[in-house]
């Protein structure tokens, strides 16, 4: 093992990458106070990311857990300004150590854009419970990653869905640690529906009122998409679907999770978006094929069940979307510690066609009182391309066996095939 960032339950393929490119360095810092050493041990650093391997130990080597610690992070360029104003690095554990997580994709809209020297600065004036002063500064030439970044620029290249939104391609650039799609969407009115909620507000008499407001929600999204990034041989070397969709069913591929911005307002209509990936090597020809688009959709449905006749019969529902709910039995589970205890019912579904999740779930007991709930499923599609789940509804908070139920959720999404194809190269 040359390098911390190849440990194999850790470290992504990106990382590792970059260890090979030579785009990892170690590190000899480390500042102790109040008997506390706080220690950086590697960093990482491309056009796409940066990221710090460290350790926090007391005098006798005891490690410093992450909830008694958190750094504060500035990342300076050569002029004195701080790039980390409006985000900062996600920390976690890594291994035996602790890892800062910064990424520059969403700071900087390109690699040309981003500054040739920059200055990692970390620090912190109070760890579990003691204060004091632990500063480390971590200079980086950016000039070396620059010059490592392709970048394909891409003119007048857009999609125009009947639905009410256009979808343009500017660039995709490839860092030795990842590959970066960017994408502009821009809505057309026809794309929001208005929705009215409500929101809690107290009073100067310090009473709590409801208030109804309605507000325009955008059925479409830049994220709500799927496309494949295929080579030459017809392989998928990169796939991006719709978030949080069931394992079962999305075809994601080779995506990479990093903090930060994904998506930035531009415009009363119009948002940028950033889609990272795993690194894609070598001179080569390739195909962007964008093959889905989600709308959102609003659900009314209700689902009325008596928990007590669920063990003897199922209860089963068709609602709107003509998806079908099979309801088949009820349980409470005690909460541990500070954590409440919730009820559960067991759930089995076939979506309606062109359906592919229901969310937004909710419970009211036979007094109206509402508890939040939350959908867990395994989905699979069928030869017909119909979506079938199965899984549990959690009612959260929920620790006595009502009555009635009545069960609803509020928003379902569907898919629309696209064929839409940009071919590319890697020069």
Known sequence: VNSLF????????GMKNAVDKGFVQKLEKKVTDQGITFEAKEVMADSMRIAVIYDMYDQNGNQISKSDHFLNAYLMDSKGKNWLR??????????????????????????????????????QTEIAGKSGKWSLEIPIDMKKAKEATKTVVFQDTAFHSPLGMEVELEKIEFSPSATRVMLETTLAKSAYIEVEREREEVTLEGETI??????????LSGNDISFEITNEKGDVVAAWDKPLLDEGISKEKNVITLSGTVGRS?????MKWWHTFGPIHGEQKLKLQLQKIYEKKRASSKFNLAPTELSKKAATFKDESDSTFTFSSFSLESGIGDKPGMAVLTVEGTLGKGVVEASSWSVKDENGQSYPARLKTNSTRDKDGRVHVKGKLEILRMEKQPKNLSVTYKEYAVEHDVNWEVPFEIK
């Open 266 to 270: 531009q415009g009363d209509y119009g």
């Open 86 to 123: 409006e985000e900062g690095p996600s920390w976690g554990a890594y291994g035996q150590y602790f890892i800062a997580e910064q990424p520059l994709n969403t700071i900087f809209e390109s690699a040309e854009a981003t500054p040739n020297q920059l200055t990692l600065k970390l620090e």
């Open 6 to 13: 190849q440990i194999e339950k850790d470290a992504d393929n």
């Open 210 to 219: 409801q208030i109804k407001e309605k507000y325009n929600d955008p059925i």
